[in-house]
Structure formats: C-alpha cells, structure tokens
C-alpha cells in the first residue's frame, strides 16, 4: 500500500515553504512519527513525519524545492525491505565509502559534500565543517547537526535564548557573530542568500516604518527593589515552583497592569478601524539560531509570576531547538525586547505590526542619582517605548511608560493589584 508524504496545512498568512532538508533517502526504512523531512517558513521550521512504518519509496520534490500546502513530497511502501527498482524521480543517494558511517573527525570538512539547506547554515554562522559532528548516512552532516554544534556553542558562551529572557545585565559583551569563511584573495567577498525567516524579518521592519507613524519616549527605572526582591526570594521560588525567577515575569506582569490602565497601547489598526483588544498576549522577542523570533505568552493577565516564568523558559528551549510552531508565533498584542543582555544602553525598538506598541529593556549600569537632595548610586535602567501615533497620542505612550516605572519601583503594587 502507497502512502502519500503531502506538505502539512500552512496558516493563511503563509503562502509557500521551502524544502530545506530529506532525513531519509528513497530506499531507506522509515518508522511512524519519524521526521523525514523539514519545512521552512516565513515564520518557523516544520518537521513532516511519517504516517506509518515502511519504506521511503519515492522522493517527489527535491531540497531546496518550493511547495505548497497539501503538495505531494514522496511516497512510502508498507514493508521494511528497500524496493528492488527505486522510482526514476526517487533522489538517490550519492556513492558512499565502504564504510557507512565515519567518524566526525573524518569528515571531509568540504563544504560541496554538504546539502544545500547544510552548507546555507554553515555559511551563515561561519562554521568549520570539520568541527561539526556528522550523524548522516556515510559520515554526512546533516542540519541538525549544525543546530547541535550551534547548541554546544551557545552552552561555551554564546548568548542564548533562555539566557537572553532571564536576566538584563550581561556577564560581558556579547560574542560578534562570525562572517561566512571568505576565499583567500584581497578584498574578498562572498554572497549568501537570506533566509526566509531573515527575509520576512526584513519585509516586517520596512513594513513598519513605511505604514506606521512610529515615534519613540524614553524614561529610566530604579531596578533596586525589584533586585532586592529576586535576591531575597529566588531560591525558594525556584524550589516550590521548579523555575528561576528572572526580570522578566515583574516586565509582562507591569506591562499587563498598564495596558490596562491605555487599552489603546494594547489595540491595533486594521485599515480606518482600531481593533481594542480585552484579552494580552504578551510576544517576547528573542534570538534563535535562525534569528529574531517573537514567541507570544497568551493570557498574561491570568497567569502569576511562576507562569509567566514558566512559559517564558519553555519558548527559551523551544526557541534553540528549533522547535517554535506556528500557533507559539501567531498574534499578539503588545512586544517586549530586551537589547539589555547584549549590552545596549539605549535603543529605538521597531514595532512589530499590527501592534501598536513595543517596550524596549535594556542594561542595567550603575549610576549616580539624587535622592532626597542627595547623589546615591542606584542599578538603572533605560526604559523605550516605541509607538504608533496614528491611535496613540503622546500623552498617553509617556503616561503609559511612567506607569510601568512607577510599578517596576514599587513592585508590591503588582502583587497587591493597586
């Protein structure tokens, strides 16, 4: 019995995905809810299973292929031996050494043996092949390898997303992230194609600037309560709720109470309408190996301080994985970046359409304040808030902005609701 591998149903607002890598080649003996193949989008990457035991018969569309929603990728055979006669469409595989499997420190390190989907990857982060261990048929490297090689470096100081969501003050700068390898010749250049993702983040940005009157305010906040509260109470908070308690959750948590207080900063325009939400979604933006991602925390209102925690590291590890989908990056109705932990003191966050507001974090320095008539030295931190002042007058964005402050310095309020 022949059973059709077909691209999984695509969200309205994704036309089209691109076929990055085959996990099996045609012949090969595959399992039910194995992954066979991946699926890039605008958005996230999709992983295709298989739907039963047999064998991978057939490979319809090849890697770097465009498909649509619903469009055939190959076929499998009920069984578990290789089909005598492989489909003339059927991809096959290259001539492999004798041996079947060689060893990472084997691999040939040329970036020609690798796929197109592998050797883009490698490219963009500027990795050595020969580093990378490959787990492939014949010793190749295939793109998960390349995204565990990138996991381990991120574990050897390489700023990750969970680390990017739990704290503001960086130990120290942030690594640059390294240029393709370039031929060896005088003012050498070499030209990479963007990802999709990197693409879409591209047409969002100019998006933004182009349809949006956006303008920004600024205001700054005293992190000392909120630090004396974290250093007080996180090792009994990570031991009755099982999660770290960061910055993050006392940001949504004064974020939602605000909004709130300007249901305009939480709405959105639809052409010559204005959508009032009465629900948060709080999107964090993030960086994963394939770039910005902005995963949104649904129902922010209803969820305490351990919840907010909670999801916010779950989409730290899903987000390094590689293992967003498409409902964790749909809708939202407010954005909070934090350029903090890269070492930014003072940025203009782009907001993130349609939403009608973003709140920039960023480092938190030491500096010398007056209080009372008096200099003391306080952990501050600049506050952003970017606007659309189509729907937001600048009274409220500075309102808006002077109302988080004030809750982030008198942390109790969040927890007193008052």
Not at 98 to 122: C, D, F, I, M
Not at 154 to 172: D, F, H, I, L, Y
Not at 176 to 181: D, F, G, I, R, S
Request: net charge negative.
């Amino acid at each position: 019995m022949s059973i059709e591998v077909v691209v999984p149903s695509l969200p309205e607002s994704v036309a089209d995905a691109t076929l990055v890598t085959w996990h099996k080649q045609a012949g090969d003996t595959v399992l039910k809810d194995e992954n066979l193949v991946d699926l890039e989008t605008d958005k996230v990457v999709l992983e295709v299973p298989a739907l039963s035991d047999g064998v991978l018969a057939e490979i319809i569309e090849p890697e770097g292929s465009t498909v649509l929603s619903g469009q055939l990728l190959a076929r499998i055979e009920a069984g578990s031996a290789k089909p005598e006669t492989p489909s003339p469409k059927a991809t096959p595989a290259k001539s492999e050494p004798a041996a079947t499997t060689l060893p990472a420190e084997k691999n040939s390190g040329s970036t020609e043996a690798l796929s197109p989907a592998v050797r883009k990857l490698v490219a963009e982060h500027g990795l050595d092949p020969q580093q990378i261990v490959a787990s492939g048929k014949g010793g190749r490297i295939t793109k998960t390898d390349v995204l565990n090689h990138i996991k381990q470096q991120s574990s050897n100081g390489v700023t990750t997303a969970s680390a990017t969501m739990s704290n503001s003050a960086p130990s120290k700068a942030a690594k640059a992230t390294p240029m393709p390898t370039l031929p060896t010749s005088e003012r050498a250049e070499q030209r990479v194609p963007m990802t999709r993702l990197r693409a879409k983040i591209a047409e969002r940005l100019i998006q933004a600037q182009q349809n949006t009157a956006m303008l920004t305010t600024f205001n700054e906040v005293n992190m000392q309560p909120i630090m004396d509260i974290r250093s007080k109470y996180k090792d009994q908070f990570s031991k009755v709720h099982d999660t770290k308690l960061g910055f993050m959750s006392f940001f949504v948590k004064a974020a939602v109470e605000s909004l709130k207080l300007f249901p305009s900063v939480n709405a959105s325009v639809d052409e010559q309408d204005i959508i009032y939400h009465g629900y948060y979604d709080i999107g964090i933006a993030v960086s994963s190996p394939r770039g910005l991602v902005v995963p949104v925390l649904r129902d922010a209102d209803l969820k305490n301080f351990a919840a907010i925690e909670s999801g916010i590291a779950e989409f730290g590890i899903k987000a390094r994985d590689g293992k967003l989908g498409i409902d964790d990056l749909t809708g939202g109705t407010f954005t909070i970046t934090n350029g903090g932990v890269f070492g930014s003191m003072m940025s203009t966050p782009i907001l993130n359409p349609p939403q009608s507001a973003i709140l920039g974090m960023h480092a938190i320095n030491q500096r010398v304040m007056v209080e009372n008539g008096e200099m003391v030295i306080r952990p501050m931190m600049y506050l952003a808030l970017s606007y659309d002042h189509r729907i937001i007058d600048g009274k409220e964005a500075v309102s808006f902005l002077v109302t988080i402050k004030d809750f982030l310095e008198d942390p109790a309020r969040l927890l007193l609701n008052v």
